[in-house]
């Protein structure tokens, strides 16, 4: 059975910094490309960040810089360290675990909430 188990979140001040885990099981995690998505209340759900499983990795526009994806092939991790956050990054952020349309799951999603 399939499991991504997202967990970090929570509640900080703007400019302060998270680390999102998800934890994988129940499928080949090395050769699965991963990936943070977020969604924002009445937005859609959006890419954040990538990573192949070579290693490769993507990042959207708006958290380069600030966000990096890695990724552990032993412990079958992928994290997400978020570093100077913005208002504008508050919302749930999922784990997805991709080979293809078929291939292709999701956590339940983590609450991260940016505010003073």
């Known amino acids: 059975q399939v499991q991504l188990v997202e967990s970090g979140g929570g509640l900080v001040q703007p400019g302060e910094s998270l680390r999102l885990s998800c934890a994988a099981s129940?499928?080949?995690?090395?050769?699965?490309?991963m990936g943070w998505y977020r969604q924002a209340p009445g937005k859609e759900r959006e890419v954040v960040a990538r990573?192949?499983?070579?290693?490769?990795?993507n990042y959207a526009d708006s958290v380069k810089g600030r966000f990096t994806i890695s990724r552990d092939n032993v412990e079958n991790t992928v994290d997400l360290q978020m570093n100077v956050l913005k208002p504008e990054d508050t919302a749930t952020y999922y784990c997805?675990?991709?080979?293809?349309?078929?291939?292709?799951?999701w956590g339940q999603g983590t609450q991260v909430t940016v505010s003073s």
């Open positions: 997805n675990a991709r080979v293809n349309d078929i291939l292709n799951y």
């Open positions: 129940g499928f080949t995690f090395s050769s699965y490309a």
């Open positions: 990573i192949s499983s070579g290693g490769s990795t």
